[in-house]
């Protein structure tokens, strides 16, 4: 017995340590924009999201139609299970305006949006002038002789 004892626990040992470099998720947060229309919407949202694997815990704001998961949880997992309720599911796409370069650009500034919060937008999206728009306010401006020729 005395050989197989050094190559038997050789291989143990290389399996337990497979199984201890499990992946730990890590504590997240998702927010969704979830359509609510009365407190029973609200508590089913909330009931199907508790029982996400993971998941610590979960409010439901129905007034800014968002639903907050805190745990060890995926946001597709979420987001799946949340779209399991029938009703429009998206990812919360609002952040602070104080957060966007130009914050009232057409694809940031949303109506609907909570109070002090516009949607998040790439940074490519930003105000270009050209020269185009120099000579169109040099044209109609009232320090050029010839503007009132054209007016």
Same mark, same amino acid.
């Given at each position: 017995?005395?050989?197989?004892?050094?190559?038997?626990e050789?291989?143990s040992n290389?399996?337990?340590?497979?199984k201890r470099?499990?992946?730990?998720? *890590?504590?997240?947060?998702?927010?969704?924009?979830?359509?609510?229309?009365?407190?029973?919407c609200?508590?089913?949202? $909330?009931? !199907?999201?508790?029982?996400?694997?993971?998941?610590?815990s979960?409010d439901v704001?129905l $007034? *800014?139609?968002?639903?907050?998961?805190?745990g060890? !949880?995926?946001?597709k $997992?979420?987001?799946?299970?949340? *779209?399991?309720?029938?009703?429009?599911?998206?990812?919360w796409?609002? !952040?602070?305006?104080?957060? !966007?370069?130009?914050?009232?650009?057409?694809?940031?500034?949303?109506? $609907?949006?909570?109070?002090?919060?516009?949607?998040?937008?790439?940074?490519?999206a930003?105000?270009?002038?050209?020269?185009?728009?120099?000579?169109?306010?040099?044209i109609?401006?009232?320090?050029?002789?010839?503007?009132?020729?054209i007016?």
């Open positions: 017995m005395g050989v197989l004892d050094g190559p038997l050789y291989f290389l399996v337990d340590s497979v470099k499990k992946k730990k998720k *890590q504590m997240n947060t998702v927010a969704l924009k979830i359509r609510m229309d009365c407190e029973g609200a508590r089913k949202v $909330k009931s !199907v999201l508790s029982g996400v694997k993971g998941a610590k979960v704001d $007034k *800014q139609q968002k639903a907050t998961v805190t060890y !949880v995926e946001a $997992k979420v987001l799946k299970k949340a *779209q399991s309720t029938k009703k429009k599911v998206e990812m796409p609002y !952040v602070p305006y104080t957060l !966007v370069a130009n914050p009232y650009v057409a694809q940031a500034y949303d109506k $609907k949006a909570p109070p002090n919060m516009v949607r998040s937008v790439p940074n490519t930003t105000i270009v002038e050209s020269t185009v728009d120099d000579n169109y306010t040099i109609f401006s009232d320090e050029n002789p010839n503007a009132c020729s007016m």
